[in-house]
């Protein structure tokens, strides 16, 4: 009975170290250079058509900034402002926007606004490719976190078809 059961152990033991090993390397969708490029230039396009002066920084899903395109006239706090946005975006896998919204609300999340490298303004949306995250878009220099929100997601609109 004991050898049965040292067994079943070992075997046990054995099947979860397989499926262990057998995570430990994965696939993950992420963002190309062209693609950021493309949103970025939208991006600063919708907004330039709207009247906006802005830059819109595009980074990877781990928030390494993939491509930067700022507009004539737009100030240069817009360069940190948007690559913060984008970051903050891509780590918590949500809108700064929402971000925000929800620690003006939530006391026990207002302690985001000191996580290093965050910005909580809007202006700030996630890329996705289906429910999976593999980077984001942030934009700084309308007047308002709202409008460079509006702008973003305009941006990522605009080339949707490509992220399937």
Do not use: F, W
Not at 28 to 42: C, F, G, H, R, V
Not at 79 to 95: F, G, I, V
Request: charged share 15%; net charge positive; aromatic share 2%.
């Amino acid at each position: 009975m004991q050898n049965r059961l040292a067994t079943i152990a070992a075997l046990t033991l054995s099947l979860i170290a397989t499926a262990a090993s057998a995570e430990g390397v994965r696939t993950e969708k992420n963002m190309s250079l062209d693609l950021a490029t493309q949103i970025a230039a939208q991006t600063v396009a919708t907004c330039t058509a709207n009247g906006y002066a802005v830059t819109a920084t595009v980074v990877d899903r781990a928030g390494t900034v993939r491509a930067v395109q700022r507009a004539d006239n737009a100030g240069p706090h817009t360069l940190e402002a948007s690559r913060l946005k984008a970051y903050t975006s891509a780590s918590a896998k949500n809108t700064t926007l929402a971000m925000m919204e929800g620690a003006q609300k939530n006391p026990a999340a207002a302690n985001l606004v000191n996580i290093p490298g965050y910005l909580l303004l809007g202006g700030g949306v996630p890329v996705k490719v289906g429910n999976e995250v593999i980077g984001a878009v942030g934009v700084g220099g309308a007047p308002g976190g709202h409008l460079d929100e509006q702008c973003a997601v305009a941006g990522i609109a605009k080339v949707q078809d490509l992220l399937k």
